[in-house]
């Protein structure tokens, strides 16, 4: 399973950003995917995901209104829309991958996920 995350870049506050996860190798009918950002020194932390099967979204307080995930199952590509950038969203973003069961994804805990992409990152600032 391979997960190449793109997109990332220097954007000013208030600006947007689309962001794309490609993903291949997958075997399974069924599976989930995460995004994920970590700043310097601090946790990662989830800020979204979507599972393949039937599109079931979580998306966590913090980041709702303004980051939204979707997925093209023909392009194999999940996106992070992130729009209305603030000062503490700068971080690397991540996109993540696991086996799941139908309708089922995790946007807070990063150790549920098996796979990772190298990361994308995301810088704000005037």
């Known amino acids: 399973v391979q997960l190449v995350e793109s997109g990332g870049g220097l954007v000013q506050p208030g600006d947007s950003l689309s962001l794309s996860c490609v993903t291949s190798?997958?075997?399974?009918?069924?599976?989930?995917i995460g995004w994920f950002r970590q700043a310097p020194g601090k946790e990662r932390e989830g800020v979204s995901c979507?599972?393949?099967?039937?599109?079931?979204?979580i998306t966590p307080d913090s980041v709702k209104g303004r980051f939204t995930i979707s997925r093209d199952n023909a392009k194999n590509t999940v996106y992070l829309q992130m729009n209305n950038l603030k000062p503490e969203d700068p971080a690397v973003y991540y996109c993540?991958?696991?086996?799941?069961?139908?309708?089922?994804?995790?946007?807070?805990?990063?150790?549920?996920?098996?796979?990772w992409g190298q990361g994308t990152q995301v810088t704000v600032s005037s």
């Open positions: 993540a991958a696991v086996v799941a069961m139908s309708g089922t994804c995790m946007a807070s805990k990063a150790s549920w996920y098996d796979y």
């Open positions: 979507i599972s393949n099967s039937d599109g079931n979204i």
């Open positions: 190798g997958f075997t399974h009918d069924y599976w989930a």
